[in-house]
């Protein structure tokens, strides 16, 4: 880690062309909508097994990139590639969203959580895992007569469901409805519902917005947690700075559609540039710093 | 429960009468205006046209009624009750059956309950032709309420030409059985194959639209079908029908008089009723069908996709749902089911002519799903003995029996906003089975 964040730091501009092994690479992403540029010829990439933060302020493209990625927008311009451990790669943005999930396995979460509120904790993490529980019931079939294959399956897929309601301390709400989780479990719950589809690159929208200091820790001890013991690597937009600096192993700086900025948390914290567009130091400590 | 804050509204008696007065004027009004043309103007018919005659006193004592009957309970009735108009009498009822968790425990032994009922109808001393025609009919509803449900209330999909399914099951059979002599049996699967053909047909491009468009695509679909019957007279023989549709057979026994029918080989006196059971027995095994499969596909992953579409289509998609094939396996399940219904109907009626399959059907049978409780099993059971059965009972009032039925829908619609039975009950669970309250529950968007 601290060997790529001297290289970072030491060439400062282009860090993200010495990613040893990128699990996504973003190339001269361009995002019109009609005359708004939302996102101006972006270049980035996400190592595999490390967590990876998208910071900007308001309006800087964040979500937009998020959208691209997992394919809820169609890009204007660019090329957007995963790579599986395997060696197998997808362009993503030639696939349709439910294919990047499913067959480039990217998973997502939303700003504003989108569950499935009428549905049982517990149902929307079976949900995540519909396409091998529909292998399993031979697309339905097998499992209308009710085959020990399926029945199998969904033993199974309810372990992995208990296994990361347990994480995250929802056991014991397993069977309420999702809307009458409190806010804080909403969010983890949407994380861990991510998870269950097994993803090998999961990216999170501002998942600590609205928490609270101690949910907040408790968040990061999730996300460092799936990092550390799941094969899953994590791309992450966050407007919340402790949560960013504390657990992000590489930060890409956004502001109005460009990059900005990108290397180690330590390395972004004290570019001046970035300073001046975000993180909100005063106007003549960032005029020192060399403005933009 | 009684939070109202009373004494405050009840402190005024002489306010309170003038004000109920001019209240009760106002009331009486409205029953002015409405009572004028409705009861005051009657048509007759004379030789050579229609003319008016008037019922003026009729009108006044019906305003006199609604007067005294508003004066009434506004000094008596509401004063104790209030705050009356925020909190209804229905609503109120509503809260203690959900507090003492009555309504949910009845729920249980409902069930088997109608399930006895309905398997034991035709042997009770009561059952005489009309009321087996009747169970005929309620049971043809349900079961295509349990289709429909499976578009509407678990996909969320709003579908307003359920009836061209119906059509398309129904002359299927009727045209594979009349032109190529094929028995029911082997045409009640091709029936539902094809109706799923054509849910399959009108999904691929309506899937794109959502919502209040889609409905209006479905009905225009359900009126083309319609006219293509209509018109397209050397296949359907068009506004005509087609008659003389062959009836089911029992294991390959007629019921008819003579050798080798069902009455002589089982060496039983003829009677034209063991058809009529016969049918009944074959609708409620058609439709029990229908509700395992949908009971069996809800615990499915397929079923739990509808519900999860149903919840939030984007999630469906952020997931890795096929969200296109989930919808088409929704619309092609329903429109089977529909066909399968339709075959009956045309085995049933030995008759079957365009008529039979106009919007008015569809309505009928997405009022059933929306009153029983969107995706409620029992709630659509409930619903089509409330509207077909309730229909038939109202005969008596004769040409009041629509405004009748209109004014029971409007009503259970007033006491129960989300259906009769509003609540979903999980398809899965880890300790608990708890039932999930309607406000939690999406309606579905398309």
Same mark, same amino acid.
């Given at each position: 880690m601290s060997a790529r964040a001297q290289a970072a730091t030491a060439a400062r501009s282009e860090p993200a062309a010495l990613a040893a092994d990128p699990i996504l690479t973003v190339e001269h992403l361009t995002m019109r909508f009609g005359g708004l540029l939302a996102i101006d010829d972006l270049s980035f990439s996400a190592e595999r097994g490390q967590i990876?933060?998208?910071?900007?302020?308001?309006?800087?493209?964040?979500?937009?990139v998020f959208n691209c990625l997992t394919g809820f927008y169609k890009p204007t311009e660019g090329m957007i590639t995963m790579r599986h451990a395997d060696g197998a790669s997808f362009l993503l943005e030639r696939m349709d969203d439910f294919r990047?999930?499913?067959?480039?396995?990217?998973?997502?979460?939303?700003?504003?959580?989108?569950?499935?509120?009428?549905?049982?904790?517990?149902?929307?993490?079976?949900?995540?895992?519909?396409?091998?529980?529909?292998?399993?019931?031979?697309?339905?079939?097998?499992?209308?007569?009710?085959?020990?294959?399926?029945?199998?399956?969904?033993?199974?897929?309810?372990?992995?469901?208990?296994?990361?309601?347990?994480?995250?301390?929802?056991?014991?709400?397993?069977?309420?409805?999702?809307?009458?989780?409190?806010?804080?479990?909403?969010?983890?719950?949407?994380?861990?519902?991510a998870m269950c589809s097994q993803p090998l690159l999961l990216c999170l929208d501002e998942p600590a917005a609205g928490l609270n200091p101690a949910e907040s820790d408790e968040?990061?001890?999730?996300?460092?947690?799936?990092?550390?013991?799941?094969?899953?690597?994590?791309?992450?937009?966050?407007?919340?700075?402790?949560?960013?600096?504390?657990?992000?192993?590489?930060?890409?700086?956004?502001?109005?559609?460009?990059?900005?900025?990108?290397?180690?948390?330590?390395?972004?914290?004290?570019?001046?540039?970035?300073?001046?567009?975000?993180?909100?130091?005063?106007?003549?400590?960032?005029?020192?710093?060399?403005?933009? | 429960m009684a939070a109202g804050p009373a004494p405050a509204l009840a402190a005024a008696p002489a306010h309170s009468l003038r004000a109920g007065i001019i209240d009760a004027l106002i009331a009486a009004f409205i029953a002015l205006a409405i009572a004028a043309p409705i009861i005051g103007l009657r048509t007759v018919s004379l030789?050579?046209? &229609? %003319? @008016? +005659?008037?019922? $003026?006193?009729?009108?006044?004592?019906?305003?006199?009624?609604?007067? =005294? *009957? /508003? &004066? %009434? @309970? +506004?000094?008596? $009735?509401?004063?104790?009750?209030?705050?009356?108009?925020?909190?209804? =009498? *229905? /609503?109120?009822? @509503?809260?203690?059956?959900?507090?003492?968790?009555?309504?949910?425990?009845?729920?249980?032994?409902?069930?088997p309950a109608l399930l006895i009922f309905a398997i034991a109808l035709p042997a009770t001393p009561f059952a005489d032709r009309y009321v087996l025609d009747i169970g005929i009919l309620v049971l043809t509803y349900i079961m295509l309420g349990w289709g429909l449900n499976i578009v509407v209330g678990l996909a969320g999909l709003l579908d307003l030409g359920y009836v061209a399914f119906y059509a398309v099951g129904a002359y299927s059979y009727?045209?594979?059985?009349?032109?190529?002599?094929?028995?029911?049996?082997?045409?009640?699967?091709?029936?539902?194959?094809?109706?799923?053909?054509?849910?399959?047909?009108l999904g691929f491009p309506v899937l794109r639209l959502r919502g209040d468009y889609l409905a209006i695509?479905?009905?225009?679909?359900?009126?083309?079908i319609r006219i293509v019957l209509?018109?397209?007279?050397d296949l359907t023989n068009g506004p005509d029908g087609i008659s003389r549709i062959p009836r089911p057979s029992f294991f390959g026994l007629e019921f008819d008089r003579?050798?080798?029918?069902?009455?002589?080989?089982?060496?039983?006196?003829?009677?034209?009723?063991?058809?009529?059971?016969f049918l009944y027995y074959l609708i409620l095994a058609l439709a029990l069908l229908t509700n395992f499969v949908t009971l069996r596909l809800r615990r499915l992953p397929v079923g739990r996709a509808w519900e999860a579409l149903r919840e939030d289509e984007i999630a469906c998609r952020s997931l890795g749902i096929n969200t296109t094939a989930t919808k088409l396996t929704a619309f092609a399940t329903g429109a089977m089911f529909g066909g399968f219904a339709g075959s009956f109907f045309a085995t049933r009626q030995g008759f079957i002519s365009p008529e039979s399959f106009v919007f008015l059907e569809s309505a009928l049978v997405l009022a059933i799903v929306v009153l029983g409780g969107l995706g409620s099993q029992i709630g659509v059971v409930i619903a089509a003995l409330v509207m077909i059965g309730g229909f038939e009972l109202f005969r008596e009032f004769e040409q009041y029996r629509m405004l009748v039925f209109g004014f029971a829908i409007v009503l259970i619609m007033v006491w129960r906003p989300r259906g009769i039975i509003a609540s979903r009950t999980p398809s899965i669970f880890l300790k608990e089975r708890k039932s999930i309250g309607a406000e939690s529950v999406g309606e579905g968007r398309g």
């Open positions: 990876t933060a998208v910071i900007g302020p308001n309006g800087a493209g964040k979500t937009t990047i999930a499913r067959s480039a396995r990217v998973a997502r979460t939303f700003q504003n959580i989108r569950l499935f509120p009428g549905m049982t904790v517990l149902e929307n993490l079976l949900v995540a895992q519909h396409n091998t529980l529909m292998r399993a019931s031979g697309y339905t079939l097998a499992g209308i007569f009710g085959l020990a294959v399926y029945r199998k399956a969904e033993r199974k897929a309810v372990e992995r469901a208990r296994y990361w309601l347990d994480k995250t301390g929802l056991l014991e709400r397993a069977d309420d409805p999702a809307s009458d989780l409190p806010y804080g479990a909403q969010r983890r719950l949407e994380i861990i519902r968040l990061n001890r999730l996300l460092r947690d799936i990092r550390d013991h799941h094969d899953t690597s994590l791309l992450l937009i966050e407007h919340d700075m402790s949560v960013v600096m504390g657990i992000s192993d590489f930060i890409v700086v956004l502001d109005y559609g460009e990059k900005i900025s990108s290397g180690s948390p330590h390395f972004v914290r004290n570019d001046p540039k970035v300073i001046a567009a975000y993180l909100g130091i005063d106007d003549e400590d960032a005029g020192t710093g060399g403005a933009p | 030789e050579g046209g &229609l %003319a @008016l +005659t008037t019922r $003026w006193g009729a009108v006044a004592i019906a305003v006199a009624v609604v007067f =005294a *009957g /508003r &004066l %009434a @309970l +506004t000094l008596l $009735w509401w004063p104790r009750h209030k705050p009356a108009r925020r909190d209804s =009498a *229905g /609503r109120r009822l @509503l809260a203690r059956a959900r507090d003492s968790g009555l309504a949910e425990r009845a729920m249980l032994l409902l069930a009727a045209l594979l059985a009349t032109h190529f002599g094929l028995s029911f049996w082997i045409c009640l699967p091709l029936a539902g194959f094809l109706a799923a053909m054509w849910g399959l047909i695509v479905t009905l225009a679909f359900g009126e083309i209509l018109n397209w007279y003579g050798e080798g029918g069902f009455a002589a080989f089982f060496g039983i006196g003829y009677s034209s009723d063991h058809r009529i059971v």
